[in-house]
């Protein structure tokens, strides 16, 4: 009889939570990747953007062209901001996912750990009872050559 592990519902449920908890991390993952990206685009375009308002001024502009353009350049500097902060509560989520992900691939280690045990112990106790077994048909097959020694 093949072995049949006693808590089989329960290991299934923790790997069911440890994917979904990978699953998890994996989009949370690719959220901080995205802020990331967002962020060094928006720090990109605005040196990008103070590169072109240096050759403005050295070529000449108006009072109200440089309002404006440090009035874009506040608007750049909070969407950095914003995009900054944004990054480190995804990075400070990820931290506790890892966190999480990490106790439920644990539990479910400890599960299988425990099933492989107890696969190994009954397979000793079939191949005790298999050797007591061919251990007895030899006696029972030999056992006149047995008693007339």
């Not at 375009?45 to 874009?72: D, H, V, W, Y």
């Amino acid at each position: 009889m093949p072995y049949r592990f006693p808590l089989q519902a329960v290991l299934s449920c923790r790997e069911s939570f440890e994917r979904r908890e990978r699953q998890r991390l994996q989009i949370i993952s690719r959220e901080v990747i995205k802020a990331q990206q967002q962020w060094e685009r928006a720090r990109v375009e605005r040196a990008n953007n103070l590169s072109a308002l240096q050759q403005k001024l050295r070529k000449g502009s108006t009072a109200g062209e440089l309002q404006f353009e440090l009035f874009c350049d506040h608007a750049r500097v909070r969407r950095i901001l914003a995009w900054h902060e944004r990054l480190s509560k995804l990075k400070e989520l990820q931290g506790r996912q890892i966190a999480i992900y990490r106790h439920t691939q644990q539990q479910r280690k400890i599960m299988e750990n425990l099933r492989d045990r107890q696969r190994a112990a009954y397979q000793l106790v079939q191949d005790r009872r298999t050797q007591q077994q061919m251990d007895d048909r030899y006696l029972i097959a030999n056992a006149g050559r047995f008693s007339r020694s």
